[in-house]
């Protein structure tokens, strides 16, 4: 084979998608500045947030930081342009990236060269990245994570807005992102066919269903937490368990108790008292849809992944030795009556919201959602300085100059004038500082409230 065809085949490898793959991506530690790049899906979504409250709850001592580095609208070559403004500037000692939504198009793929209009873009897409490549090769001390992008559903019948075959050419671009990982020794995991296979499956049911938007695009909050689950399954996190508890009833005795603490045991004219403290708290599934356009919440991510609970969030109680039904109660809160056979089997706490740990919990999540509240007003900040003003040789200059174009630029363009409130405020260095002042207060406050607390744990007899 000589040196132009065997060039030829090897970039023709990198085109297919990717194989089947060990997706291990090693877990965070303590200390650790994770930086979360790409585009609109990291910008707007929670995928990040939801890993980050996972580590809150889970291994809370172990403080860390996650950083939203996305931006709506960019493709690699924009990710190349802000590298050093906007991410390496965060000081990150990991770095995850993801695009190619943006990068292979859209309205083409339903013009009469679709073909070659995809092949184009993603050959454009690599260039760029060989770029990207090349600085993130040059860190020191910095993990890098390839991550496959969320799919684009060409599948669904909800409505016939479809751009014909537009996920074929993303795969493509994931399948260089993949190489690239195997030659730099990085880490990467693929969002993209694991949820096409849930697409598939639930289409077969329902034609209709998707697992991303209405838009094809931007997955709901559900989709984040899928990918959440993705990622943290990637990391090893699947079997691990909020706790593991068994009790002898009758013999009084501690059978098991993994990730935990449990004493006092006592059997007293048949009520079963007990100390609990866990090492970790359950995750909190959040009820309420957040985020601009978001029509489901979190907590749906157990209709298509119903086995989060038994995987990732399994606080489990199991009581032998016992007859008959009884009333389990955690701090004097009533938390459910159960037969002895119930017990026997076991339990999982975590799917008891009113439980006094997961609504400990449920602070935490509370003030992980407002700190993402916050950090999305420096997102659309970036979108104004790097995806605006950069072009325009007016990067961070906030002066004068830059409102007469920003003022100009909004006449014309809506997602300029949609962030005149964020504009007006954030062009202060002040108000920005005491943003961030903000989210650290947050972050602090978050580490302060998540250690688990001592529970007595009752069980009594239903007479």
């Known amino acids: 084979m000589n040196i132009m065809k065997h060039a030829l085949v090897a970039f023709a490898a990198l085109l297919l998608p990717t194989t089947a793959r060990s997706q291990q991506v090693e877990p965070f530690k303590a200390g650790d500045r994770v930086a979360w790049v790409g585009n609109s899906i990291t910008d707007g979504g929670h995928y990040h947030s939801y890993v980050w409250l996972y580590y809150m709850t889970r291994l809370p001592m172990q403080p860390m930081w996650m950083m939203n580095c996305g931006i709506g609208g960019d493709t690699a070559e924009n990710i190349l342009a802000?590298?050093?403004?906007?991410v390496f500037a965060k000081n990150p000692n990991v770095v995850t990236l993801?695009?190619?939504?943006?990068?292979?198009?859209?309205?083409?793929?339903?013009?009469?060269?679709a073909e070659a209009f995809g092949n184009r873009q993603v050959a454009k897409s690599r260039d760029s990245f060989l770029k990207i490549e090349k600085r993130l090769k040059g860190l020191t001390d910095t993990r890098i994570v390839m991550i496959g992008t969320s799919p684009y559903d060409q599948t669904s019948t909800f409505n016939d807005n479809v751009f014909k075959n537009k996920n074929d050419y993303m795969r493509k671009i994931i399948a260089f992102q993949d190489s690239a990982a195997r030659q730099n020794g990085w880490e990467m995991i693929d969002f993209n066919e694991p949820m096409l296979d849930i697409n598939a499956r639930e289409q077969a049911k329902n034609p209709d269903f998707t697992i991303v938007g209405n838009d094809r695009v931007h997955p709901?909050?559900?989709?984040?937490?899928?990918m959440a689950y993705l990622?943290?399954?990637a990391q090893g996190m699947a079997g691990k368990k909020v706790a593991d508890v068994e009790i002898n009833a009758k013999g009084q005795k501690v059978v098991k108790s993994d990730n935990c603490t449990v004493t006092d045991v006592k059997n007293l004219r048949g009520e079963v008292t007990f100390d609990y403290l866990a090492d970790a708290l359950p995750y909190p599934l959040d009820t309420i849809?957040?985020?601009?356009?978001m029509k489901r919440p979190q907590a749906d991510v157990v209709k298509v992944v119903p086995e989060f609970m038994s995987e990732m969030n399994d606080e489990h109680l199991k009581v032998t030795g016992l007859k008959g039904s009884y009333r389990l109660s955690i701090d004097d809160v009533l938390i459910d009556t159960l037969t002895a056979s119930e017990l026997a089997e076991g339990v999982n706490l975590a799917t008891y919201r009113h439980s006094p740990q997961y609504q400990q919990a449920c602070a935490i999540m509370a003030l992980n959602e407002e700190r993402w509240e916050i950090e999305r007003r420096f997102r659309d900040y970036a979108w104004l300085q790097y995806d605006f003003f950069m072009p325009r040789g007016l990067l961070?200059?906030?002066?004068?100059?830059?409102?007469?174009?920003?003022r100009e630029g909004e006449k014309a363009d809506g997602w300029v004038r949609a962030r005149r409130e964020i504009y007006d405020k954030m062009i202060h260095p002040e108000v920005r500082e005491m943003y961030n002042r903000q989210m650290e207060m947050m972050v602090r406050k978050i580490y302060e409230i998540n250690k688990p607390l001592l529970r007595h744990v009752v069980l009594t007899p239903v007479k």
């Open 396 to 406: 961070e200059a906030n002066n004068e100059k830059a409102a007469e174009v920003f």
């Open 82 to 86: 802000r590298l050093d403004g906007d």
């Open 289 to 293: 849809a957040h985020g601009w356009g």
């Open 231 to 233: 990622f943290l399954k």
């Open 98 to 113: 993801t695009f190619g939504m943006n990068d292979s198009g859209y309205f083409e793929y339903n013009g009469d060269d």
């Open 220 to 226: 709901d909050n559900d989709g984040h937490m899928v």
